[in-house]
């Protein structure tokens, strides 16, 4: 089975401080991605990478960036938390298989920003 | 603009009920259609997936149908369960991964009462 492994379930920071999610999958998908998921708007794509240093803006691409320096790694960060920055944060991948392609995603990071 | 709807929004049935979730969407041009579970505070979990050349999909006691040409996707649960209690998902993908994403849907919360 796919595994997609987010670093943290929950995460508080303050206000300002540069955040970093971390996102690892164990099954050499070239696609990953970042989406958050909030109440009401069900979930947003902030980003996606499609290859090892390759990555493409999503819907709400403000105030986050990403690194894909491995296959394996997607790491999100937020350079300087602000408090609507506080969402779930859900990490996925997929392998481009034609219209069979599955997305896989990991747990979740809460991540509350006081 | 693809958009994708999901109603209702919220449904309680009490166990051993079969039951309809239903998905809607407004662009019939999809690469496929995805089925996913949510617990409360989890990720999402992929439970079927439809290629756009398929009608259905099953596993075990679900069931996905696809009607593109109304834009309708139904998921179907035979013999409810009390563990089937779960917000329930769908999405659509218009491209490869590569060049596109999901679209998701606001999803449909069931409680299964036992």
């Keep these: 089975d796919v595994k997609v492994t987010q670093s943290s379930r929950y995460l508080v920071k303050r206000t300002g401080e540069k955040v970093f999610l971390e996102c690892v999958q164990d099954m050499d998908h070239e696609n990953m991605f970042w989406y958050r998921q909030d109440p009401g708007l ?5 980003y996606f990478s499609y290859d090892v240093k390759m990555k493409e803006k999503g819907d709400i691409p403000e105030g986050y960036s990403v690194s894909r320096e491995k296959k394996e790694r997607f790491s999100l960060i937020l350079e300087s938390a602000s408090t609507n920055q506080t969402s779930m944060y859900l990490c996925a991948s997929s392998l481009t298989q034609g219209t069979n392609e599955k997305l896989f995603f990991g747990s979740g990071t809460q991540l509350s920003v006081l | 603009k ?5 109603i209702p929004a919220a449904l309680s049935v009490p166990e051993g009920e079969n039951l309809v979730l239903n998905c809607s969407f407004t ?3 999809i ?5 996913f579970r949510q617990d409360p505070g989890k990720g999402l979990t992929s439970l079927l997936l439809i290629q756009s050349s398929q009608r259905e999909q099953t596993s075990g006691r679900l069931n996905a149908s696809l009607d593109k040409s109304s834009g309708r996707s139904t998921l179907y649960i035979a013999a409810s369960q009390p563990g089937d209690s779960a917000t329930y998902l769908c999405a659509v993908r218009v491209k490869p991964s590569n060049t596109g994403k999901l679209i998701f849907g606001q999803g449909t919360t069931l409680q299964v009462k036992p």
Excluded at chain 1, 42 to 46: S, V
């Design chain 2, 2 to 6: 693809q958009e994708v709807t999901q």
């Design chain 2, 31 to 35: 690469y496929n259609l995805q089925w």
């Design chain 1, 42 to 46: 069900g979930l947003r794509l902030i």
């Design chain 2, 27 to 29: 662009d019939s041009a």
